[in-house]
């Protein structure tokens, strides 16, 4: 069993994400998968035979969400059309690899439900403590085009090019969205505060406390 440090100093176990390491083939992992159920804890990914089991902490789980709550009201008053698909299980037994991010999109389109290839247009992780599979190179043979990575108060944008992928100072699919003002947003005191401030930017006016 490894368990990850967190990347701040604080003592208590609750506020850090607890990491758990095991060797695994794909036919295990996908048992494991069928067990958990439709639950989204722990988060789960594969690698070659590396097995990740991630719980995450509630910071981990309130940036995630009001990240997601901000892009999703940032589409709204857009009028961009975005899917939110969550934690969505992508898995590749070929390529031997699986993964759930923290959350995904698809941009101008729905997801087939019955089609197993099909995959997010953007996936979102939230870095909370360090350690974990590479995420990155688990994302790049499950075909997902783009991933984004926030890491306190740091919003990091990776576009697929052939085999790898590439650093990118803003999203491809949204390259209306303002990184800067996702970031400034995600400093408020609440959720709630921090979608106000969004709306509040977006219409020329002032956030509302």
């Known amino acids: 069993m490894t368990v990850a440090h967190s990347l701040t100093s604080s003592p208590d176990p609750s506020t850090i994400d607890h990491f758990v390491y095991l060797r695994a083939t794909f036919r295990e992992y996908e048992a494991l998968i069928a067990m958990r ?26 940036d995630k969400t009001r990240l997601a709550r901000l892009l999703e009201a940032w589409a709204e008053e857009t009028g961009v059309q975005i899917e939110g698909y969550g934690s969505w299980t992508l898995k590749d037994e070929r390529e031997d690899r699986g993964a759930e991010a923290d959350e995904c999109y698809t941009v101008g389109r729905l997801a087939k439900d019955d089609d197993d290839s099909d995959r997010p247009d953007i996936a979102i992780e939230v870095t909370w403590t360090s350690g974990g599979i590479d995420k990155l190179e688990v994302y790049r043979k499950l075909g997902v085009h783009e991933v984004w990575f926030y890491e306190r108060s740091t919003l990091r944008f990776f576009a697929l090019r052939g085999e790898s992928y590439a650093s990118i100072p803003r999203s491809e699919f949204l390259p209306a969205l303002d990184p800067a003002l996702l970031v400034r947003c995600m400093s408020e005191q609440s959720q709630t505060d921090a979608v106000r401030a969004l709306r509040a930017a977006m219409r020329g006016g002032t956030s509302q406390g």
């Open 37 to 62: 159920g439709e639950s989204s804890v722990p988060r789960v990914t594969y690698l070659k035979g590396v097995l990740e089991l991630m719980s995450p902490s509630t910071h981990h789980e309130k």
